[in-house]
């Protein structure tokens, strides 16, 4: 694994090059186009507050922040994950000519949601103000639960971008995963309103404490408590250095399957 | 010869693709065909226990017929493909050139493409900056560096991938192939660029149908035949070996 990331770090100029025509290419070189992405999050925003607020009547204090607070972190995790698994083939004409380490595809397209999860904050911060929600100090740790995700949405990616090789449709079963998984996350109900039995398996997944640790300082105006953050850590390492040598293991067949 | 003084080393070096008798795409046909017992393979030597060894600065080509595994042995010593079986050493900066254009984003102009490939090639930005005037003068494309590659002609893509691979002064050059594109201007142009960067030291290996070009530019000539090797010696009298063996095949076609 240390060889590989060295050799990664040879290429970071490519790896620049290649998060910048990401982005171009999302965004379309248009104004028009960063606004579309602060959009997206926006009217979902309204379509669920309008929802869980006022039909089904969730009584959770300013939902519209509780819910955003988790959701962009989700959106970015479900984007940057889902992305990653079509970025080998995009870039199949090149892997077949030229030698080039291919986790840099991966790490790119994670980057570039990065990024992206950093621009959608200006919306937040937009509704924050619109439903006088306080801001607080603790919202400068929030580059820490920004790092952790993207190193738990790498190991994830890392795993599955060979598997969308070998097989066209890991695509479609991993967005009907995506789908499950995002209700399995607390993000539009709060942990609280579980009963236990359900509460012990929600805490089982990882996604759970990195949308918490993201979560409190915008919401609650608080750190994140040590319990979460050790979670969160330990699940954002631990995925990385498992999805690295999956990666690593398969990245030999890349070349001739895409 | 001392490991050392060698450019390139392949030991034994085979590729076998597995390729299932009929393509299974997804993950649904392949769990129920795997089920079924019914999924098979046949598979397919690319290269068959290839040994080459290739001393630094010098200039190897590989001759055979369409099909006889030289871009296999390419991609094999450009590291895109890591062989199935036997060893590969490759010592110093690979640049290849197995597809001209390969790795241009033809969305973007000349100019970024210039930055993308030498980033490509593991090159940084301001490395390529101090290169950038030579490489566009080399490419004769002038003010058409800042249009979009995607409106460029063949010749203009295979003007700017060449100046691009051999300006960044590689340890080895690999060329499959990409000269026969250009006009005999451009073809010579390219032929003299490449005997002055192997004048300074680069070890080069030409893939090329063209016996001549073959003849002028490589003193050792491998010739392969459906994955092995037929013939390794100097130049002239592989490729006469060669050009003998294909004649009558070529005059009983015609």
């Given at each position: 694994m240390l060889d590989s990331l060295r050799e990664v770090m040879r290429y970071r100029s490519l790896l620049r090059d290649l998060v910048a025509r990401d982005l171009k290419v999302r965004y379309k070189r248009s104004a028009l186009g960063i606004l579309w992405t602060m959009l997206n999050p926006l009217l979902l925003m309204v379509i669920f507050t309008i929802v869980?607020?006022?039909?089904?009547?969730?009584?959770?204090?300013h939902f519209t922040v509780y819910f955003l607070s988790a959701f962009v972190l989700w959106n970015f995790f479900a984007q940057a994950t889902s992305w990653s698994t079509g970025c080998l083939l995009g870039y199949a004409p090149l892997i077949k000519k030229i030698y080039v380490p291919k986790s840099i595809f991966v790490i790119a397209t994670v980057l570039a949601g990065t990024v992206n999860l950093i621009i959608s904050l200006v919306p937040l911060v937009i509704i924050m103000l619109c439903v006088g929600h306080p801001f607080s100090?603790?919202?400068?740790?929030l580059p820490v639960p920004i790092l952790l995700a993207t190193l738990f949405s790498l190991g994830l990616s890392l795993a599955l971008a060979p598997l969308c090789v070998m097989f066209a449709d890991t695509v479609q079963i991993y967005g009907v995963i995506l789908t499950a998984w995002m209700y399995l996350t607390p993000i539009i109900y709060p942990?609280?309103?579980?009963p236990d039995h359900y509460r012990r398996l929600i805490l089982l997944n990882p996604m759970t404490h990195l949308v918490e640790a993201f979560r409190t300082p915008i919401y609650q105006g608080a750190l994140p408590s040590s319990h979460v953050m050790i979670t969160a850590t330990v699940a954002a390492i631990g995925t990385l250095v498992i999805g690295w040598a999956i990666f690593d293991r398969y990245s030999d067949r890349i070349a001739y399957l895409v | 010869m001392p490991a050392s003084t060698l450019a390139i080393e392949l030991r034994d070096v085979s590729v076998r693709y597995r390729v299932?008798?009929?393509?299974?795409?997804t993950f649904k046909e392949f769990a129920i065909k795997w089920l079924r017992g019914s999924v098979v393979y046949h598979e397919l030597d690319?290269?068959?226990q290839v040994s080459v060894r290739i001393p630094r600065g010098a200039s190897l080509g590989i001759i055979g017929r369409n099909g006889a595994g030289k871009t296999t042995l390419m991609k094999v010593i450009a590291r895109v493909l890591r062989p199935t079986g036997g060893d590969v050493t490759v010592n110093g900066h690979v640049a290849p050139l197995?597809?001209?254009?390969?790795?241009?984003?033809?969305?973007?102009s000349g100019r970024e493409n210039v930055f993308l490939n030498g980033a490509i090639l593991g090159r940084s930005r301001r490395e390529m900056q101090r290169r950038f005037e030579r490489i566009v003068a080399f490419s004769e494309l002038g003010d058409f560096i800042?249009?979009?590659?995607?409106?460029?002609s063949t010749g203009m893509v295979a003007r700017l991938g060449f100046a691009i691979a051999t300006d960044v002064e590689p340890d080895i050059l690999l060329v499959d192939?990409?000269?026969?594109?250009?006009d005999i201007e451009f073809q010579r142009k390219c032929t003299e660029r490449i005997e002055s960067i192997m004048r300074r030291g680069t070890t080069l290996v030409l893939v090329s149908h063209s016996p001549e070009s073959i003849l002028q530019l490589c003193e050792h000539v491998v010739w392969l035949n459906e994955g092995r090797v037929v013939a390794d010696g100097p130049a002239r009298q592989v490729v006469d070996a060669f050009v003998s063996r294909s004649a009558p095949v070529a005059a009983a076609a015609s």
């Amino acid at each position: 694994m240390l060889d590989s990331l060295r050799e990664v770090m040879r290429y970071r100029s490519l790896l620049r090059d290649l998060v910048a025509r990401d982005l171009k290419v999302r965004y379309k070189r248009s104004a028009l186009g960063i606004l579309w992405t602060m959009l997206n999050p926006l009217l979902l925003m309204v379509i669920f507050t309008i929802v869980f607020a006022h039909i089904l009547r969730v009584t959770v204090e300013h939902f519209t922040v509780y819910f955003l607070s988790a959701f962009v972190l989700w959106n970015f995790f479900a984007q940057a994950t889902s992305w990653s698994t079509g970025c080998l083939l995009g870039y199949a004409p090149l892997i077949k000519k030229i030698y080039v380490p291919k986790s840099i595809f991966v790490i790119a397209t994670v980057l570039a949601g990065t990024v992206n999860l950093i621009i959608s904050l200006v919306p937040l911060v937009i509704i924050m103000l619109c439903v006088g929600h306080p801001f607080s100090l603790a919202m400068a740790f929030l580059p820490v639960p920004i790092l952790l995700a993207t190193l738990f949405s790498l190991g994830l990616s890392l795993a599955l971008a060979p598997l969308c090789v070998m097989f066209a449709d890991t695509v479609q079963i991993y967005g009907v995963i995506l789908t499950a998984w995002m209700y399995l996350t607390p993000i539009i109900y709060p942990l609280s309103a579980l009963p236990d039995h359900y509460r012990r398996l929600i805490l089982l997944n990882p996604m759970t404490h990195l949308v918490e640790a993201f979560r409190t300082p915008i919401y609650q105006g608080a750190l994140p408590s040590s319990h979460v953050m050790i979670t969160a850590t330990v699940a954002a390492i631990g995925t990385l250095v498992i999805g690295w040598a999956i990666f690593d293991r398969y990245s030999d067949r890349i070349a001739y399957l895409v | 010869m001392p490991a050392s003084t060698l450019a390139i080393e392949l030991r034994d070096v085979s590729v076998r693709y597995r390729v299932p008798r009929e393509r299974i795409p997804t993950f649904k046909e392949f769990a129920i065909k795997w089920l079924r017992g019914s999924v098979v393979y046949h598979e397919l030597d690319a290269l068959a226990q290839v040994s080459v060894r290739i001393p630094r600065g010098a200039s190897l080509g590989i001759i055979g017929r369409n099909g006889a595994g030289k871009t296999t042995l390419m991609k094999v010593i450009a590291r895109v493909l890591r062989p199935t079986g036997g060893d590969v050493t490759v010592n110093g900066h690979v640049a290849p050139l197995l597809e001209l254009g390969a790795g241009f984003d033809t969305e973007l102009s000349g100019r970024e493409n210039v930055f993308l490939n030498g980033a490509i090639l593991g090159r940084s930005r301001r490395e390529m900056q101090r290169r950038f005037e030579r490489i566009v003068a080399f490419s004769e494309l002038g003010d058409f560096i800042d249009a979009p590659v995607r409106t460029y002609s063949t010749g203009m893509v295979a003007r700017l991938g060449f100046a691009i691979a051999t300006d960044v002064e590689p340890d080895i050059l690999l060329v499959d192939e990409v000269l026969s594109v250009g006009d005999i201007e451009f073809q010579r142009k390219c032929t003299e660029r490449i005997e002055s960067i192997m004048r300074r030291g680069t070890t080069l290996v030409l893939v090329s149908h063209s016996p001549e070009s073959i003849l002028q530019l490589c003193e050792h000539v491998v010739w392969l035949n459906e994955g092995r090797v037929v013939a390794d010696g100097p130049a002239r009298q592989v490729v006469d070996a060669f050009v003998s063996r294909s004649a009558p095949v070529a005059a009983a076609a015609s």
